[in-house]
Nanobody, 123 residues
Framework: VQLQASGGGLVQAEGSLRVSCRASGRALSNNAMGWFRQAPGKEREFVASISWNGGSSLYGDSVKGRFTISRDNAKNTVYLQMNDLKPEDTAVYYC?????????????????WGQGTQVTVSS
């Protein structure tokens, strides 16, 4: 399985951005999907996850109410809509495929990882 993230870029504070992640090689329609991020000098941080059918989702405390995760299984794609962006959201964003249909906040819940896409928020 390969996960290709795209859509990152430079945006001003309070702006919006949507990043996408497409799976190829094997459909992950039965797996949960997640987004993590990593800023320079910091550990990789959980951002959001979504169950296999999109019926449930989890969010990190720092993004709750601003970010929305969604998926389109017909397109093997998961999205992260980011609104009201803040400079502290600046990081490389990684998508991940979960081991199960429902996955949590731990890195260990995921066994497929994309290459990451850079999101930079200017003040």
């Amino acid at each position: 399985v390969q996960l290709q993230a795209s859509g990152g870029g430079l945006v001003q504070a309070e702006g919006s951005l949507r990043v996408s992640c497409r799976a190829s090689g094997r459909a992950l329609s039965n797996n949960a999907m997640g987004w993590f991020r990593q800023a320079p000098g910091k550990e990789r941080e959980f951002v959001a996850s979504i169950s296999w059918n999109g019926g449930s989702s989890l969010y990190g405390d720092s993004v709750k109410g601003r970010f929305t995760i969604s998926r389109d299984n017909a397109k093997n794609t998961v999205y992260l809509q980011m609104n009201d962006l803040k400079p502290e959201d600046t990081a490389v964003y990684y998508c991940a495929g979960g081991r199960k249909s429902y996955s949590g906040r731990s890195l260990n819940d995921y066994n497929f990882w994309g290459q990451g896409t850079q999101v930079t928020v200017s003040s």
